[in-house]
């Protein structure tokens, strides 16, 4: 069975910095391969959004919110993917998920609280 495991949210000021992680286990590294990881958070009261994503290849797309701040990279020997936030606003505050995602598969992790004070 696949599972998500996100680490690395938490409190932070405003400016500040946090670096998530997302662990992928029950999923074989050639497999992994073929699955394009994102982060996307939800706010309270908000739909959940995409925040970045980056694909085998390294390809990445970013929110325009998050564009210049934030940070996708993924290690595929080690299938796990990081997201790097960087001078972190208030409104980044929500609950961030990390997703792998090929054709009509989807795995989601469980979300990691990240909450920006000003």
């Known amino acids: 069975q696949v599972h998500l495991v996100e680490s690395g949210g938490g409190l932070v000021q405003a400016g500040g910095s946090l670096r998530l992680a997302c662990r992928v286990s029950?999923?074989?590294?050639?497999?992994?391969?073929?699955?394009?990881m994102g982060w996307f958070r939800q706010a309270p009261g908000k739909e959940r959004e995409l925040v970045a994503t980056?694909?085998?290849?390294?390809?990445?797309t970013y929110a325009d919110s998050v564009k210049g701040r934030f940070t996708i990279t993924r290690d595929n020997s080690k299938k796990t993917t990081t997201l790097q936030m960087n001078a972190l606003k208030p409104e980044d505050t929500a609950v961030y998920y990390c997703?792998?995602?090929?054709?009509?598969?989807?795995?989601w992790g469980q979300g990691t609280q990240v909450t920006v004070s000003s």
């Open positions: 980056i694909t085998s290849g390294g390809g990445r």
């Open positions: 029950g999923m074989i590294t050639s497999v992994f391969w073929g699955y394009t």
């Open positions: 997703n792998a995602a090929q054709s009509s598969v989807d795995y």
